[in-house]
């Protein structure tokens, strides 16, 4: 397929370089020309904007940061949308509510286009490894279409229903995931106030049954401040919107919010809010 990629940070990055790098034709846009200026190497064309880009491929993936940023550049006048054959492809990369994605499927279909939300885990380094989760939801037939693009920067493609369903259970595991992160240092900080040293301990529960990715990133960084540096605002975001689900669904929230509000608490204090 040839793809185009919009979205060029810190996770967006590697998948363009990833999918460049299995021969797919690659057409690249970005808001700030200076983003396209490591990828000069990578083979990949550049587009003047959204529709140009759009023009030139089979499948354009979005991994932008926000519901306005997806919003934007499909639907601007010069957008994706406006320049996306019938029987293109969207993939929503970024984590956005899913009501965002099911209407903009909607209008997408009736330009006869399909739409994925597929939102990424594992961050900036599993994307350069190829090691990416990408949670899908949308027509199981247009994902097998997608599939060896997809493939290219992940280890494992999962479908989970139709459009929407992937940003539910992403904003469900950055849901525990935030919640992680409060447990592993309020653990990490009782070892050490019982005389253990927080590294040596945090490498040994690692190994156990105790282990969480959280627990990983907390003990590499040393505490939560270079984590709270680049991830509290997303984090945030998405603590908001698995609330906003589960209220409109009536669920309970429990003890998982709980510790995921601690976690934000603690960022907000070490950055000083």
């Known amino acids: 397929m040839r793809v185009g990629f919009i979205g060029l940070g810190i996770q967006g990055g590697p998948m363009a370089r990833r999918i460049a790098e299995a021969g797919h034709p690659t057409t690249l846009w970005a808001r700030r020309p200076a983003a396209l200026e490591p990828f000069r190497d990578s083979g990949a064309a550049f587009a003047g ?45 970024s984590t956005v509510h899913p009501d965002t994605c099911i209407e903009l499927a909607e209008t997408a279909r009736a ?28 027509n199981e037939a247009v994902l097998r279409r997608c599939r060896r693009v997809f493939d290219s920067y992940a280890r494992l493609v999962v479908h989970l229903g139709d459009v929407g369903a992937g940003q539910v259970t992403k904003i469900i595991n ?16 009782l070892g050490e106030s019982l005389g253990l040293e927080p590294n040596r301990l945090g490498e040994l529960i690692s190994q156990g049954t105790a282990n969480s ?25 998405d603590v908001g919107l698995a609330a906003d689900l589960a209220a409109r669904a009536g669920a309970e929230q429990g003890v ?12 907000d204090r070490l950055l000083g809010h």
Not at 127 to 135: D, P
Not at 213 to 237: N, P
Not at 258 to 267: F, K, P
């Open 213 to 237: 990715f959280a627990l990983g990133r907390v003990a590499a960084s040393g505490g939560l401040d270079s984590i709270a540096q680049h991830a509290a605002g997303l984090l945030r975001k």
């Open 49 to 93: 904007s959204p529709a140009e880009l759009a023009a030139a491929s089979d499948l354009v993936c979005l991994c932008v940061v926000s519901d306005a940023d997806v919003r934007e550049i499909l639907t601007r006048p010069d957008g994706v949308l406006a320049g996306l054959r019938p029987g293109g492809v969207i993939a929503v990369h």
């Open 174 to 189: 950055n849901l525990l995931f935030t919640a992680n992160l409060a447990t592993a240092v309020s653990t990490l900080r």
């Open 111 to 138: 330009q006869g286009i399909s739409l994925l939300d597929a939102p990424v885990s594992g961050g900036g380094p599993a994307a350069a490894a190829g090691a990416l989760l990408v949670m899908v939801g949308g």
């Open 256 to 267: 998982v919010f709980e510790a995921a509000q601690d976690t934000l608490a603690v960022m």
